[in-house]
């Protein structure tokens, strides 16, 4: 299974292995920063993810534009057998690549004073030394990635993304028990230490693809694909490398313009907290709880939309290059209906559940606000209940940014993105500065922004590739099911939390509101069929839903 089989497969299919990675990824995630939260606190907390914010956007800047271009490209060049071309496409990529994950790395060590000291968190910079490394291998690994990606092989990049989780979880957490309890060094240096396990699993991860690269380049029906075309024209240098950058830099800009929002509550939170009159210790701690438990949260489920986002570019690329307008406008309504159906009810969910779901994950860690002490639970969940309604903004945002990107058209989202984080600038630093509101300004920002980009990208969707997404087709009964899914987990924790424990009390509601929304779903018949069929032995599914009425053929 190290390399699967490298035959293009379908979109959902492709997205669906790297939902279940990505599922891999974020459990792995969860039993990485629970404990690590639970051991060193929102403080240590907060010199990690200063840190890792920074690499973040340094991250999003050096590699978000040129694996959708890769992929983009080598789909393009694949549809029409010129395996000659997708080598040359790969070989200028990689050594671009190398070139920007190097200046990344020295830029981010170089300044890492800098940036700690502007964050008014002066102790992340040892953090943020550490992970500096991780920026060039992940620019190796990205571009083994896009080309995968691009091939419709999506199982290099799936293991390769837990192969990175795993590596963070085992010497992460080893780290923060051996140097924070065994040793009992300051936090600061314990976070630098915590956070090379990020360093040191990107690096096994750019390994391991390496490997897979050079098994596929010696496999028989490459060597025959690559034989074939021999005597196929290929672009030069030049026009390649030009359609490479001149496709990378807009999505690079806009992608690191939405890496923004977590730096911009790094950079702005803390300052404005402080500004209210409490102490640089109380905004550091306010600081660390909603970077460590309202952001994973938050994180945790958009993720299991960019599967169909990352998907759904070579494939459209493919049918665009193709000419075959139907399979398009197919591509695009599955994206969609994905996307809410997966986006609608965690949306819901999240935002009616939160403070059992912080509860059942987070100790209730004491914490001084200035103005009397509190502890994490009841300080995050109002921040997690607002921010959640951005679940559903994110995923169509993942899913329009993928749709303008397979057309040409990644200028655009600058536009969208860029009226984004101006929005969440301005919520975040003023709202914040009301008492009353606190971190609450933070989580107001980062809603109203991705709500912004998501109506811009819309927009831009439907006036340059005239498909419009229907809202009854596509969104309504995922919305009813989601509904009926917050009541039943609202009504059901409210009526058992008094008889049984508040862990209990989650899981249980959770459960039910689960089925809840499948039952309502598919009784309305939110599922469609052409989805169905794209899923491995989706005929016999079919059969099997038919049986019980639950499928109808798309509009």
Not at 16 to 45: D, E, Q
Not at 184 to 193: E, F, K, N, P, T
Not at 221 to 242: C, F, G, H, I, Q
Request: proline share 3%; hydrophobic share 50%; aromatic share 12%.
């Amino acid at each position: 299974m190290i390399l699967a089989k490298h035959k293009s497969q379908t979109f959902v299919f492709g997205a669906i292995i790297l939902l279940f990675s990505n599922i891999m990824v974020k459990v792995i995630g969860a039993v990485f920063k629970i404990p690590l939260t639970n051991t060193i606190g929102v403080k240590g907390m907060a010199y990690f993810n200063a840190a890792y914010s920074i690499y973040v956007t340094f991250y999003m800047l050096s590699t978000a534009g040129i694996p959708v271009a890769i992929s983009r490209m080598i789909a393009a060049s694949k549809t029409v057998g010129n395996v000659k071309e997708v080598k040359k496409i790969f070989k200028i990529s990689y050594w671009l690549f190398f070139t920007v994950g190097l200046a990344g790395t020295i830029v981010m060590m170089a300044f890492s004073r800098f940036f700690a000291d502007f964050s008014k968190i002066p102790e992340s910079y040892l953090a943020m030394i550490a992970i500096a490394p991780t920026l060039f291998f992940i620019c190796l690994s990205s571009a083994y990635r896009g080309y995968f990606q691009g091939l419709q092989n999506m199982v290099p990049s799936a293991v390769s993304q837990v192969i990175e989780a795993a590596g963070k979880l085992g010497i992460g957490l080893f780290a923060a028990w051996f140097f924070y309890v065994k040793k009992g060094y300051s936090l600061d240096v314990v976070a630098a230490y915590v956070i090379a396990g990020v360093t040191i699993g990107v690096f096994a991860a750019t390994v391991y693809i390496y490997i897979v690269k050079l098994m596929y380049n010696s496999s028989a029906d490459y060597k025959k694909m690559a034989k074939d075309s021999e005597n196929m024209t290929v672009r030069d240098t030049k026009d390649l490398l030009k359609e490479l950058v001149f496709t990378a830099l807009p999505i690079a800009l806009a992608s690191s313009i939405m890496g923004l929002t977590n730096t911009v509550d790094t950079l702005i939170m803390a300052r404005q907290l402080i500004k209210t009159g409490i102490t640089e210790e109380a905004a550091t701690s306010f600081y660390g709880a909603y970077t460590s438990i309202v952001i994973p949260l938050f994180n945790m489920t958009p993720t299991f939309i960019y599967p169909f986002a990352i998907s759904v570019i070579p494939a459209l690329s493919s049918s665009i290059a193709a000419g075959k307008k139907e399979d398009c406008v197919k591509q695009m309504e599955s994206a969609f209906r994905m996307a809410a159906i997966i986006a609608v009810p965690c949306a819901i969910g999240m935002g009616t559940m939160s403070k059992y779901i912080i509860a059942f994950l987070y100790n209730k860690e004491a914490i001084e606000t200035g103005r009397g002490i509190t502890n994490s639970v009841d300080l995050a969940a109002p921040g997690l209940s607002v921010v959640a309604s951005a679940i559903f903004f994110l995923g169509i945002i993942s899913i329009t940014n993928s749709i303008l990107q397979a057309y040409r058209y990644e200028k655009q989202t600058i536009i969208s993105t860029s009226a984004g984080i101006i929005m969440k600038i301005i919520c975040t630093y003023f709202l914040t500065l009301i008492p009353d509101i606190g971190i609450l300004g933070s989580a107001i920002g980062t809603a109203a922004g991705y709500f912004t980009i998501m109506s811009f990208n819309v927009f831009f969707v439907i006036k340059y590739t005239h498909y419009v997404p229907g809202i009854r087709r596509i969104f309504l009964k995922p919305l009813l099911a989601g509904i009926a899914c917050g009541a039943a987990a609202l009504v059901f924790s409210n009526f058992i939390s008094g008889y049984l424990s508040v862990r209990i009390t989650t899981l249980v509601s959770i459960a039910v509101a689960g089925f809840v929304y499948i039952v309502v779903l598919l009784l309305s018949k939110g599922v469609n069929r052409e989805d169905i069929l794209m899923l491995p032995k989706g005929e016999k599914v079919c059969k099997v839903m038919d049986k019980f009425n639950l499928l109808e053929k798309s509009a």
